[in-house]
Every structure is written in C-alpha cells, then in structure tokens.
C-alpha cells in the first residue's frame, strides 16, 4: 500500500525561485491536505481540497498556491520563495469514514537560502 | 479558536516504565481527537482516533482516553520499549466543514534501555 506518497523527498532554493511538490494518495479519499510543520509550532494548515475541483486557504496560505488536479493528486507550488517558506511540508488525505482518520506522507523538506 | 496544548514537550523514561503523555484542548465542542507518533524525519502515523461520543481507545499496548468537559486526553502506554522513543502529536477535528483540524506541538518520549 503506497498511501500518500510526496515528491521530492529533499530540496534546497534559493531566494525567488518557484517550484512544485507534489502529492498522490491511492485510498480514493476526497479531502486531501498540505501542511507545514515548523519547530515549536506544530503542523499549521496551508490549503486544503475538500473534493475534486474545489480548494480552500488554511491557516497559513500566503506565499503558496495549489491546484487539484483530480482526485488523487493535490499538488502546492511556492511562485518565489523566501527563507520564511524553510520547512518540512507534509501532505495528508482524510477518509471518508464517519471517522475521517488522516493519513500522512512522509515529508518534504524544503530549504530556501 | 481551538488551541491544543501537550506537556511535557519531552519526556525520558526508562524502558519498561508505564508512561501517560497529556493532550489538552480549550474547545470541548469536538468532532473527535486522533493521537500520531512522528519518527525522526518521517511523516506522521496514526495510532487511535477516539470519537467526541468514545470514552476510550486501545491498540495493543496503547490506550487513550477522553474526557471532553474538561478538554483533556491521555495517551497511556504500556511497558515502554526503546522502540517507543519518537514524538507523539494529538489533533483535535472540530465538527463542521474538512478543515478543522488543529494539531498539539507534541511531546518527544525517549525511552532508555
């Protein structure tokens, strides 16, 4: 079982320069997720996709845009990044079980110089 | 607005300890709480999701319980393993629309052989 599955794994930007994560869940779950977990600040929201076709700005959405572009994959793009976006960025997808348990990926970890 | 606050933010036991890690929230009006264990440069793994109307969860050596009115959970674990050494996050989900989840900066649990 793949799971939720974010790539790449590793990467290093500097100041203004845009780039892509991408994201693939298998489970057929609606709603999938992009976080960014920072020291001492736990996860924080950046947008979520409820369904295929719709997103929505989190916590934290500035800076970072994403498209939905069906219903496994979720991808988040920095149009300039700044040292600010330096992060471990995770993906989750929610089951739609009256439980909505979440699953996550393992990480992406984004330094911007 | 939720707030979700776990202490200690470390914890060493010795291997073989019974251990309880504490998870509080200001919101009593919950959808349901889920406990994860995060390793050293991993994503996160969900470890039991309790619903508002549950009382408890176990798995294996695992349980955690709920006590909505006073906005607390604990997560307890049994006989302690070095293996168990990594950091555990409880999340609260607010009823309501996919994106309320609201993450615990988490206690990092060391377990001395």
């Known amino acids: 079982n793949a799971g939720v599955t974010q790539t790449p794994k590793f990467q290093v930007l500097k100041t203004g320069q845009s780039m892509t994560l991408q994201c693939a869940q298998d489970?057929?779950?609606?709603?999938m997720y992009w976080y960014r977990q920072d020291p001492g600040m736990g996860l924080r929201l950046i947008y979520y996709?409820?369904?295929?076709?719709?997103?929505d700005k989190g916590e934290v959405p500035n800076g970072y845009n994403v498209s939905r572009l069906n219903k496994r994959e979720f991808s988040l793009r920095l149009e300039s990044a700044a040292p600010s976006q330096t992060s471990v960025y995770f993906c989750?997808?929610?089951?739609?079980?009256?439980?909505?348990?979440?699953?996550f990926g393992e990480g992406s970890r984004l330094t911007v110089l | 607005k939720q707030e979700v606050t776990q202490i200690p933010a470390a914890l060493s036991v010795p291997e073989g300890e019974n251990l309880v890690l504490n998870c509080s929230f200001t919101?009593?009006?919950?959808?349901?709480l889920q406990w994860f264990r995060q390793d050293p440069g991993k994503g996160l793994t969900s470890l039991l999701l309790?619903?508002?109307?549950?009382r408890e969860q176990t798995s294996g050596r695992l349980n955690a319980s709920l006590d909505k009115s006073s906005g607390r959970s604990t997560l307890y674990i049994a006989a302690s393993q070095p293996g168990d050494s990594a950091t555990y996050l409880c999340?609260?989900?607010?009823?309501?629309?996919?994106?309320?989840?609201?993450f615990g900066s988490g206690t990092q649990l060391t377990v001395l052989p």
């Open positions: 989750a997808s929610r089951s739609p079980a009256h439980t909505g348990e979440l699953f």
């Open positions: 489970m057929n779950h609606n709603s």
């Open positions: 996709s409820a369904s295929e076709g719709t997103t």
């Open positions: 919101d009593s009006a919950i959808y349901n």
């Open positions: 309790i619903q508002s109307s549950q």
């Open positions: 999340a609260v989900r607010e009823p309501g629309s996919a994106r309320q989840l609201t």
